[in-house]
């Protein structure tokens, strides 16, 4: 199949590069109306001068433009007839996704969003260990980035953990609390279920790049590291004691094994499967609308950067 990436950004660049190395896929074509970004691939893919020449060659798209055109560019590859797979976030507005969601759900085609973390390894082997976790906290952290210019860290880097915490861990729970504060490049938020706490943190002004995971049962704590795909789960301690003054306990650790990929390569592998075989994606608009409207209740609680901050 022919498959086309709209927007040659750093994203576009990715989904250019992992398309052009999977079976089935016979040209990958490009479209940016930036000419030096489209040159950047030229060597791995077919450079259109238009989305509508684009549209005309191929049978799906990754769409990758800024968050701002989401709506207006899924908007009309939806009305091309083509299938297609949007960067997250599914729009810049809760409005935007609602209008977005109707017209998807009238179309038939297949359409997902590129949630991305939900296609790495380490989030299926946490949710297997740990099914009702008493506490969980998700910390993403990165230095600052001038990519993104349009979407504040919570829908930059938080949306990712959001959409674990309310498509995953707690899918089908609709019975909690937000609390948030921070700004529009740090934010911290707490959310209380029934019978869980959950802490989630994004930053874009850390000196060091982190993903974690890290949750906590009744008879074993778990962390996960979602950049080298290590899990480690630690057992409740059988001996405690003194020695010499110290205090003194035996854990037992357990590294899990697991299949390191490269999440990205899985979840285009997963939507072109999806669109031969005219099957719902795993990330639905749904699910990615619903990620949206968390994005707002959690920036609710957030002040206006200060003056001078980038």
Same mark, same amino acid.
């Given at each position: 199949?022919?498959?086309? =990436?709209? %927007?040659? &950004?750093?994203?576009? #660049?990715?989904?250019?590069? *992992?398309?052009?190395?999977? /079976?089935?896929?016979?040209?990958?074509?490009?479209?940016?109306?930036?000419?030096?970004?489209?040159?950047?691939?030229?060597?791995?893919?077919?450079?259109?001068?238009?989305?509508?020449?684009?549209?005309?060659?191929?049978?799906?798209?990754?769409?990758?433009?800024?968050?701002?055109?989401?709506?207006?560019?899924?908007?009309?590859?939806?009305?091309?007839?083509?299938?297609?797979?949007?960067?997250?976030?599914?729009?810049?507005?809760?409005?935007?996704?609602?209008?977005?969601?109707?017209?998807?759900?009238?179309?038939?085609? =297949?359409? %997902?969003? &590129?949630?991305?973390? #939900?296609?790495?390894?380490? *989030?299926?082997?946490?949710? /297997?260990?740990?099914?009702?976790?008493?506490?969980?906290?998700?910390?993403?952290?990165?230095?600052?980035?001038?990519?993104?210019?349009?979407?504040?860290?919570?829908?930059?880097?938080?949306?990712?953990?959001?959409?674990?915490?309310?498509?995953?861990?707690?899918?089908?729970?609709?019975?909690?609390?937000i609390h948030s504060a921070g700004n529009g490049d740090i934010c911290e938020a707490l959310v209380s279920f029934p019978q869980s706490v959950v802490s989630i943190s994004a930053s874009r002004l850390s000196s060091k790049k982190f993903r974690t995971f890290y949750v906590e049962s009744q008879d074993f704590t778990t962390e996960g590291d979602f950049m080298t795909q290590e899990v480690f789960i630690y057992r409740k301690p059988g001996k405690y004691g003194m020695e010499n003054e110290r205090y003194l306990q035996e854990n037992i650790i357990?590294?899990?094994?697991?299949?390191?990929?490269?999440?990205?390569?899985?979840?285009?592998?997963?939507?072109?499967?999806?669109?031969?075989?005219?099957?719902?994606?795993?990330?639905?608009?749904?699910?990615?609308?619903?990620?949206?409207?968390?994005?707002?209740?959690?920036?609710?609680?957030?002040?206006?950067?200060?003056?001078?901050?980038?």
């Amino acid at each position: 199949m022919d498959v086309g =990436v709209i %927007g040659a &950004g750093v994203m576009g #660049r990715n989904h250019v590069r *992992v398309y052009s190395e999977l /079976k089935g896929v016979d040209t990958v074509y490009v479209y940016d109306p930036l000419a030096e970004n489209a040159a950047r691939v030229r060597e791995l893919a077919g450079i259109c001068g238009s989305l509508d020449e684009l549209l005309a060659k191929v049978d799906a798209v990754s769409i990758c433009v800024p968050t701002r055109y989401h709506f207006d560019t899924a908007k009309k590859v939806i009305s091309a007839g083509i299938d297609c797979l949007i960067e997250k976030p599914i729009t810049l507005t809760v409005d935007e996704g609602v209008q977005l969601l109707k017209i998807i759900e009238k179309s038939g085609l =297949v359409v %997902g969003v &590129g949630h991305i973390e #939900r296609f790495n390894p380490i *989030v299926s082997e946490m949710t /297997k260990i740990a099914k009702s976790p008493d506490y969980v906290a998700i910390k993403r952290h990165n230095p600052t980035s001038s990519r993104i210019t349009d979407a504040s860290v919570v829908e930059d880097l938080m949306i990712h953990d959001i959409d674990i915490v309310f498509n995953v861990l707690f899918k089908g729970e609709n019975d909690f609390l937000i609390h948030s504060a921070g700004n529009g490049d740090i934010c911290e938020a707490l959310v209380s279920f029934p019978q869980s706490v959950v802490s989630i943190s994004a930053s874009r002004l850390s000196s060091k790049k982190f993903r974690t995971f890290y949750v906590e049962s009744q008879d074993f704590t778990t962390e996960g590291d979602f950049m080298t795909q290590e899990v480690f789960i630690y057992r409740k301690p059988g001996k405690y004691g003194m020695e010499n003054e110290r205090y003194l306990q035996e854990n037992i650790i357990e590294k899990v094994l697991v299949n390191k990929v490269e999440p990205l390569k899985v979840e285009l592998k997963t939507f072109l499967d999806c669109s031969i075989g005219n099957k719902s994606f795993p990330v639905t608009p749904q699910e990615a609308l619903k990620n949206l409207q968390i994005c707002e209740l959690i920036k609710k609680g957030l002040k206006p950067k200060s003056p001078g901050r980038g």
